[in-house]
């Protein structure tokens, strides 16, 4: 007998009773009953239902084992409708006879996981198999929180999750380079529905729907410029340090008003701040400074630019789905929400120990969208911890990275607390060098002529110096990384 996997939308409605039959003999692997064909050029392969109706499908293997995974119902030799074959010319007379799978095929999709318990396979960019926990996840309806790790498959869920919602749905993030990733995988096998409409935005995106935002956003390089003038008299010279707490703490915590006033602001914890009272107080009269420049430069902060837009957001969207949450502020989460028929229905995903735009993100503080929609379910946050990309090497350092780092500084909350564990049987290996020109020179010569590798760096000033060493034009800062994958 011969496994058989389907696609999680195969909709066999039209022809279950001619399916029913072929289905069993490709399962006994009679393929000549089934009329199995090969089709050129494709890498796709088509099984007879009737005299009008075909059985498109493929084979992916896992631990070595091929299997069957039957894709979609063609009707009326209609190939040219097929989403995965894409309105290519399609010649039925070239189609080559297969009479066993022995014979077929010598290159198929291996699969990272299979979850041997349940056949339902899901397709972005590749074939996907959910595990048990990520299953019962993908059935739950918003209001929902997914917390997981990078490799966890978090974005994959709720892009498969994004397919059953119906109406006006938009997936909003900060990064554009995540924005434009998502889209691309989730239309990347010729995935259409007639039952949505969906928006992929980015922040500034969403805000230009409802008014083009006047002027530029103010970005760090001219903050910094700017900030170089006044550095000695507040005696602090971190300007990257002042530009996330003008950012993320002044402008961005606030959902009641623009910005904290100096009351407020001086009364904030100590984990509420990334400055102590008395550098503070310094630095409050610096950012009303800060306000006025922007005015005068045609400026605008998007947190400011928010709370404006609170009263221009309307009702709109059936749905809406922030990803990597812990990078959006109070107010942008806010301004995004408001724009719901139904404030319950969002899903929300990220990871507090992914945060590169500091802002004193907790998950304690996104809960409180539960209670303002009256759903106080607890197990409507949901945690991924385990990992389907990297190997055991990998997680290994990430997972003692992040002992340290709650040793030192603690945890966020409950939610930030948890270590991973991968399905990856690769050892891998992680490797510090010294800092020496001999390496850097070697590592350039191996990466500088490719595009699997891509240098990392924390911020814009470093890139300038990594450029100095490494040649290829793949340096990203943090912020830029985010989305973005390399082998």
Not at 69 to 91: C, P, T, W
């Amino acid at each position: 007998m011969f496994e058989l996997l389907h696609l999680s939308d195969l909709n066999i409605k039209l022809v279950e009773k001619t399916f029913s039959k072929t289905f069993k003999q490709l399962q006994a692997g009679d393929f000549k009953s089934a009329d199995v064909r090969k089709m050129p050029n494709t890498g796709f392969y088509r099984a007879r239902l009737d005299i009008r109706d075909r059985l498109l499908f493929n084979f992916v293997t896992y631990e070595n084992k091929k299997y069957i995974l039957l894709l979609e119902v063609i009707k009326d030799h209609n190939y040219a409708q097929s989403r995965f074959l894409r309105g290519g010319m399609i010649d039925e007379s070239q189609f080559v006879a297969v009479d066993t799978p022995e014979e077929e095929p010598e290159t198929a999709s291996d699969l990272t996981y299979l979850n041997k318990q349940h056949k339902a396979i899901h397709v972005l960019n590749k074939f996907i198999s959910f595990d048990d926990f990520q299953q019962s996840v993908y059935t739950l309806q918003p209001p929902m929180i997914i917390v997981g790790s990078a490799g966890s498959g978090k974005t994959v869920l709720v892009l498969e999750k994004l397919k059953s919602l119906h109406g006006n749905v938009a997936y909003i993030s900060l990064s554009k380079y995540l924005v434009d990733n998502a889209s691309k995988l989730y239309y990347a096998s010729g995935y259409d529905s007639e039952h949505q409409d969906v928006d992929f935005l980015s922040l500034n995106d969403f805000l230009a729907l409802w008014q083009k935002p006047e002027g530029k956003e103010v970005d760090f390089k001219r903050f910094e410029r700017w900030f170089s003038r006044h550095a000695q008299a507040v005696k602090i010279n971190e300007p990257y340090r002042v530009f996330e707490e003008f950012k993320g703490v002044i402008s961005g915590s606030p959902i009641h008003t623009a910005w904290l006033s100096q009351k407020e602001y001086m009364e904030l914890g100590v984990k509420q701040s990334i400055f102590m009272s008395a550098e503070r107080e310094r630095l409050y009269p610096l950012f009303l400074k800060y306000i006025e420049w922007l005015k005068e430069e045609n400026l605008y902060d998007s947190n400011i630019l928010c709370h404006d837009y609170l009263d221009k957001t309307q009702p709109y969207y059936d749905y809406i789905m922030v990803d990597e949450v812990q990078d959006i502020t109070n107010i942008q989460l806010k301004c995004i929400l408001s724009s719901l028929k139904d404030k319950s229905h969002f899903i929300l995903t990220g990871d507090s120990n992914q945060i590169v735009h500091p802002n004193f993100f907790s998950w304690s503080k996104i809960k409180t969208y539960f209670y303002e929609t009256g759903d106080r379910r607890d197990n409507q946050i949901k945690l991924l911890q385990t990992n389907y990309r990297n190997s055991l090497q990998v997680v290994e350092l990430s997972n003692n990275l992040l002992k340290i780092k709650n040793a030192r500084f603690g945890s966020i909350d409950r939610e930030s607390n948890f270590l991973i564990q991968t399905v990856s049987k690769e050892q891998g290996e992680v490797v510090l060098y010294a800092n020496d020109e001999k390496k850097k020179k070697e590592l350039n010569r191996r990466t500088q002529n490719s595009t699997k590798y891509a240098v990392i760096v924390p911020d814009n000033q470093q890139k300038a110096k990594a450029a100095q060493f490494f040649k290829t034009p793949l340096i990203f800062n943090i912020q830029e990384a985010k989305g973005l994958e390399y082998e």
